[in-house]
């Protein structure tokens, strides 16, 4: 089994920044792709931001010039650097890791469970 633990949400004002950090355990062989998903009530998860193994990054138009994700592949983790958020930025931020699984020679999916970032205006 693997699992994805978030960290680092809260409440912040407007313009300020906060680091979210995502650590997988468990029986990892690898991870390819991993990346943060926001999600806010009513509406669907949509993509942040996406990293590769070899440090090939994707953003999210929304956040483009204003979030970083990283990850430390030595510690199986992804982290995401917010700066001047926006209180349209409020939701509940999920990891997600593609982990190889060496016995069906496939990557799987695995998400965390999220962590709740409120911006107050």
């Known amino acids: 089994q693997v699992q994805l633990v978030e960290s680092g949400g809260g409440l912040v004002q407007t313009g300020g920044s906060l680091r979210l950090s995502c650590a997988a355990s468990?029986?990892?062989?690898?991870?390819?792709?991993m990346g943060w998903y926001r999600q806010t009530p009513g509406k669907q998860r949509e993509l942040v931001a996406s990293?590769?193994?070899?440090?090939?990054?994707n953003y999210a138009d929304a956040v483009k010039g204003r979030f970083t994700i990283s990850r430390d592949n030595a510690k199986n983790t992804v982290y995401l650097q917010m700066n001047s958020l926006k209180p349209e930025d409020t939701a509940v931020y999920y990891c997600?890791?593609?982990?190889?699984?060496?016995?069906?020679?496939?990557?799987?999916?695995?998400w965390g469970k999220g962590t709740l970032v409120t911006v107050s205006s």
């Open positions: 468990g029986r990892i062989f690898s991870i390819s792709a």
């Open positions: 997600n890791a593609d982990v190889w699984n060496a016995v069906l020679e496939v990557g799987m999916p695995y």
């Open positions: 990293i590769t193994r070899g440090g090939s990054t």
